[in-house]
């Protein structure tokens, strides 16, 4: 009796008359008839000693490896359908993560992709004596915990305002409502906030209306935070909620009936119950939040953005937008961008760490 | 919940169990409990009701006259109602040909995104796979490290895509995240079904294309929805990458239009009045009509967005 190591699907081409078929795959053939090519032997045994086990009528398996010519030979098919993707990853994901070496490099328009000559650290020196760079760093962290603080926890409200509605009708239209807004391009978003914000707009009339006087909205920087956080909610309070939602139905009812039992009110059943019951998706998404703390809504701001607001409005993505692509500073803006991509990769694994020290939730 | 055709254990069943046996066990509502359910309930159509008053307030600016909106007028309902402004819009051949260009680079990114998407999945969800889980990890690692906006733009400069379809579209022809729920619906196919296959002589290519797909319509069709969405909204590798007018999406169009710097030969309206009308809600109409086959779709897409969120959230 041989047993295979992962699922004891038989995928090869069965109906060809096992050509195709690996031996050791099919159940009932003896593990010895497995053919070993001499080369990754020496893993093979390795392998199979540290992973036998006993059936239970006392016969030691031992596990089939193969080598990649037989999974080749056998799976041919399956990994013709790998070839595109992987092309695409290597030359779309991959490549220009090795481009970043231009930050290192001076690149010259019509030269290499890679840059011409070493500079070492001379882009880096560059942008930390750059005053314009620190006001957008700041920008961007005061935004990014802004949108941490005000931003994450609303669909989480949401949620549980819907969790507590009785009839399904009434639930569903607001959650079709509510949602809308994730499918609109951010270019209709940043339409909507210069109507609403524009001197003859909405919000206008009604401070008009109260006896104030019309504010220029998007030409005082005072205002832009609040805008681009209302916007933000405006677009995402709604879809944020589903993963939610959908995590609130798998908490226990009996938990709740054992808390009414014991005199619990609504309140505390929410708080001792819902609440805790949610916290690993509320982990895992606050995790993927962190993450993209540096690169907050950078094609929404760069559409908001002018320059009687960059006070306020210049964050590091849209600072190096201007500096690379509308100055064509190839390599100082690489320089920024691989500092902005090491802090957000720093960020997460961080926030995954503490997260899995301190509540046990990890994304991997 | 909305009605999920992906997930076996249903949600809505779920919530409606679980209402039931709320209300089973409640003898009355207490008098703050029912008063907590009124502000409630009225919380939730008030941010209703204000998710929806931005397309309402663009609705009524679209059809409303020039002298309403700059006098602050125009809120709910179109004041001095007209039809110039569409007139206008519509015979600008600049707009159409932007419309098109939308149209051609979704349907042709849609599909090598689905052809890319459909069979990688396909591949990663047979776990006898060698070589399997580092396959996995090379498309799991880009939702977390990814080369940067300059690195991206010098390689697409460098292949030559720029003013071209293909800047738009091969960029963007796999989400790691559609990728990981079509795996996992892939995984959850009856094996049965695929070995019959087998056994009755197609090879691989034949049951992925003959039993698998036909019977996944509902994951394709929201693969589809997500990608034809995603593409529709794009701009920015339009914005970047392409330089003739010409060639633009209709969102850069309209990006344009807000931006002020609309060339000087798009819209070119008829007479003096048309231009007043023009200045002031060109850009709703714009707007409107670049939302609308979304908007008509969402009753539709909303139902295959939600499930497919949700079994991306719930199988990982």
């Keep these: 009796m041989s047993s295979v190591q992962q699922d004891p699907v038989v995928t090869g081409e069965a109906g060809q008359g096992g050509v195709d078929t690996f031996p050791g795959m099919v159940a009932g053939q003896p593990v010895e008839d497995a053919p070993a090519t001499d080369g990754p032997s020496r893993r093979k045994s390795r392998r199979s000693r540290t992973q036998t086990w006993t059936t239970h009528d006392g016969q030691v398996v031992h596990p089939v490896t193969q080598t990649w010519a037989q999974a080749l030979r056998r799976d041919w098919r399956l990994y013709s359908f790998l070839v595109l993707p992987l092309l695409f990853l290597a030359v779309f994901r991959y490549w220009p993560i090795l481009g970043n070496v231009v930050a290192f490099r001076r690149f010259r328009p019509g030269g290499s992709m890679f840059g011409d000559e070493w500079v070492g650290l001379y882009y880096f020196r560059m942008f930390l004596n750059d005053q314009q760079f620190w006001h957008a760093f700041t920008n961007t962290v005061i935004l990014g915990l802004l949108t941490l603080v005000v931003v994450f926890p609303l669909p989480i409200l949401l949620a549980l305002m819907l969790n507590e509605v009785r009839s399904r009708h009434f639930k569903r239209s607001i959650q079709t409502i509510s949602y809308l807004p994730h499918f609109m391009s951010i270019v209709i978003v940043a339409g909507i906030v210069f109507q609403l914000t524009s001197v003859d707009g909405t919000i206008n009339q009604l401070i008009e209306k109260f006896g104030g006087t019309a504010i220029a909205f998007m030409q005082d920087p005072s205002w832009f935070r609040t805008i681009y956080l209302t916007s933000e909610v405006w677009q995402t309070v709604g879809w944020g909620t589903i993963l939610y939602l959908a995590a609130l139905t798998t908490i226990d009812d009996q938990l709740y009936e054992a808390a009414r039992i014991d005199g619990a009110n609504r309140w505390s059943q929410t708080w001792h119950i819902t609440l805790p019951g949610i916290r690993p998706t509320m982990i895992v998404l606050l995790i993927l939040n962190v993450g993209t703390f540096m690169a907050v809504g950078f094609e929404k701001i760069l559409l908001l953005q002018n320059p009687l607001i960059y006070s306020t409005a210049d964050v590091i993505s849209t600072y190096l937008y201007r500096v690379g692509i509308v100055s064509n500073s190839i390599s100082y803006a690489t320089a920024i961008g691989l500092f902005e991509a090491v802090i957000g990769v720093a960020l997460i694994l961080s926030a995954n760490a503490i997260s899995r020290k301190t509540v046990g939730a990890s994304l991997w | ?316």
């Design chain 2, 1 to 316: 919940m909305v009605t999920t055709d992906l997930t076996p254990p249903t949600p809505e069943a779920a919530v409606a169990a679980r209402a039931s046996s709320r209300t089973g066990t409640h003898v009355k509502d207490s008098r703050g409990l029912r008063a907590f359910r009124l502000v409630n309930g009225a919380l939730l159509i008030l941010l209703a009701a204000l998710v929806l008053y931005p397309f309402v307030n663009i609705v009524a600016q679209a059809f409303s006259s020039e002298a309403y909106i700059t006098t602050g007028q125009v809120n709910l309902v179109p004041r001095g109602f007209n039809l110039v402004t569409f007139d206008v819009v519509l015979s600008d051949p600049m707009f159409w040909r932007n419309y098109r260009n939308t149209v051609e680079y979704t349907v042709v990114a849609t599909a090598i995104a689905m052809a890319l998407t459909t069979t990688y999945a396909y591949a990663l969800s047979k776990a006898h796979l060698k070589g399997r889980k580092f396959f996995i990890g090379v498309a799991v690692a880009t939702m977390f490290f990814n080369g940067g906006l300059i690195p991206n733009y010098i390689l697409i400069s460098h292949l030559g895509f720029r003013n071209t379809l293909w800047a738009i579209v091969l960029p963007n022809a796999i989400s790691i995240f559609n990728l990981l729920v079509m795996k996992s619906f892939f995984e959850n196919f009856p094996s049965e079904l695929e070995e019959a296959a087998q056994i009755d002589g197609m090879s691989t290519y034949g049951v992925f294309f003959k039993v698998v797909l036909p019977l996944s319509k509902a994951v394709v069709a929201t693969m589809l929805l997500f990608y034809a969405v995603s593409f529709w909204n794009g701009w920015f590798g339009a914005f970047l990458y392409m330089d003739d007018p010409n060639l633009y999406p209709v969102t850069v169009y309209l990006r344009n239009l807000m931006a002020g710097v609309t060339g000087g030969t798009s819209i070119q309206g008829g007479g003096t009045d048309n231009l007043t009308q023009i200045g002031a809600n060109v850009q709703a109409v714009t707007m409107l009509l670049t939302v609308l086959p979304i908007v008509c779709l969402y009753p539709f897409i909303q139902r295959y967005f939600v499930s497919g969120v949700m079994l991306g959230a719930v199988k990982q």
